[in-house]
Nanobody, 116 residues
């Protein structure tokens, strides 16, 4: 059974930080690179950051230098440290394998709101 549980979102002021966590079922986590995605109101879901099992990472240009993705393979958990947050980072954040296929299951996500 596929499970993806995201947590750690909330309301934060511009310039603030949040750390998101995602616990995935072993069937997803053990064989895949993992990614954090986000979907803002009225926009398509986009890849924010990805990490493979070896720890190599890549980031969307919009978050480079501000966000850090990491994973704990023993805990089937992937993290997203978000620093210097901007209002345009406001979105629902999801984790999933990377790349994700159109029919893949998505979790509930976690809301991040950056506002003063």
């Amino acid at each position: 059974q596929v499970q993806l549980v995201e947590s750690g979102g909330g309301l934060v002021q511009p310039g603030g930080s949040l750390r998101l966590s995602c616990t995935a079922s072993g069937s997803i986590f053990s064989i895949n690179a993992m990614g954090w995605y986000r979907q803002a109101p009225g926009k398509q879901r986009e890849l924010v950051a990805a990490i493979n099992r070896g720890g190599s990472t890549n980031y969307a240009d919009s978050v480079k230098g501000r966000f850090i993705i990491s994973r704990h393979n023993g805990k089937n958990t992937v993290y997203l440290q978000m620093n210097s947050l901007k209002p345009e980072d406001t979105a629902v954040y999801y984790c999933n394998k990377h790349p994700v296929l159109p029919w893949d299951y998505w979790g509930q996500g976690t809301q991040v709101t950056v506002s003063s």
